[in-house]
C-alpha cells in the first residue's frame, strides 16, 4: 500500500505566485486533512474533510483552498503566495470520524516563499 | 482554543534507560481521545500510542507507555529500555472539537546517548 502521497516533496515559489499541493490516498478514508508545521509550533491544522463534497477550516485557514471531490484526493491550493506560508505541509487521513482511529500522515511539503 | 503545553523542549537519555516526556492539555469535554506521535529526521509522522479519555487503564505499547491522569489532565509518555532509534521529536496530540480534530503541542526533542 502507498498509504497517503504528498506531491511535490519540495517547491520554491515567488511571493504571488499560486500552486496545489496534491495529497492522495489508498486506503479508502473518509477523513483527510492538512497541516502546516513551522520550527517551534508543531502542526496546526488548515482544513480539513470527512468526506467527499465537505470540507471545513482548522486552525489556520487563512490563504488557503480545498475541495474533495472524490475520497482519494484532497489538494489544497495557496491562491496567492506569501512569505508567511513558508513551511513544511502534512496531509493526513483517518479511516472515518471516529477518532480513535489513528491518523496516516504522508511525508510532508517542504515549501519555501521568496 | 485548545492547548496543549509539553514543557521540555529537549530531553536526553542514556540507551537502555528511562524517560518520561510529559504533556498537559486543557479541555472542557468529558468524552476525548490522546495521541503520541513520534517524528524522526526524516520528517515522518509515526503514531506511538493512543488513549481514550475514558478508559481508567493506561494504555501500553511494548516499551512505551502512558500516565494519564484525567482529573489532571496530564498525558506523559514513558519510554523504557531507550534504544538509539528512539531519538526524534515527540507530539502529544488530543482531540478536540466533538473529537474531530487534533491539536498538537510543540514538541519534546528527545536524544538517545550511546
Known amino acids: 500500500n502507498a498509504g497517503v502521497t504528498q506531491t511535490p516533496k519540495f517547491q520554491v515559489l515567488k511571493t504571488g505566485q499560486s500552486m496545489t499541493l496534491q495529497c492522495a490516498q489508498d486506503?479508502?478514508?473518509?477523513?483527510m486533512s492538512w497541516y502546516r508545521q513551522d520550527p517551534g509550533m508543531g502542526l496546526r491544522l488548515i482544513h480539513y474533510?470527512?468526506?467527499?463534497?465537505?470540507?471545513d477550516q482548522g486552525e489556520v485557514p487563512n490563504g488557503y483552498n480545498v475541495s474533495r471531490s472524490t475520497t482519494e484526493d484532497f489538494p489544497l491550493r495557496l491562491l496567492s503566495a506569501a512569505p508567511s506560508q513558508t513551511s513544511v505541509y502534512f496531509c493526513?487521513?483517518?479511516?472515518?470520524?471516529?477518532?480513535?482511529?489513528?491518523?496516516?500522515f504522508g511525508d510532508g511539503t517542504r515549501l519555501s516563499i521568496l | 482554543a485548545q492547548t496543549v503545553t509539553q514543557s521540555q523542549p529537549e530531553m536526553s537519555v542514556q540507551e537502555a534507560e528511562t524517560v518520561t516526556l510529559s504533556c498537559t492539555y486543557d479541555t472542557s469535554e468529558s468524552d476525548y481521545y490522546l495521541f503520541w506521535y513520534k517524528q524522526p529526521p526524516s520528517r515522518q509522522m509515526i503514531l506511538v500510542i493512543r488513549?481514550?479519555?475514558?478508559?481508567?487503564q493506561n494504555a501500553t505499547e511494548n516499551r512505551f507507555s502512558v500516565n494519564f491522569q484525567k482529573a489532571a489532565k496530564s498525558f506523559s509518555l514513558k519510554i523504557s529500555d531507550s534504544q538509539l532509534g528512539d531519538a526524534a521529536m515527540y507530539f502529544c496530540?488530543?482531540?478536540?472539537?466533538?473529537?474531530?480534530?487534533?491539536?498538537f503541542g510543540k514538541g519534546t526533542k528527545l536524544t538517545v546517548n550511546p
Open positions: 493526513a487521513s483517518r479511516r472515518d470520524r471516529g477518532s480513535n482511529q489513528p491518523q496516516h
Open positions: 474533510s470527512v468526506g467527499a463534497g465537505i470540507t
Open positions: 496530540a488530543p482531540t478536540q472539537g466533538g473529537s474531530e480534530k487534533l491539536v
Open positions: 486506503m479508502n478514508h473518509e477523513y
Open positions: 488513549q481514550e479519555a475514558y478508559k481508567q
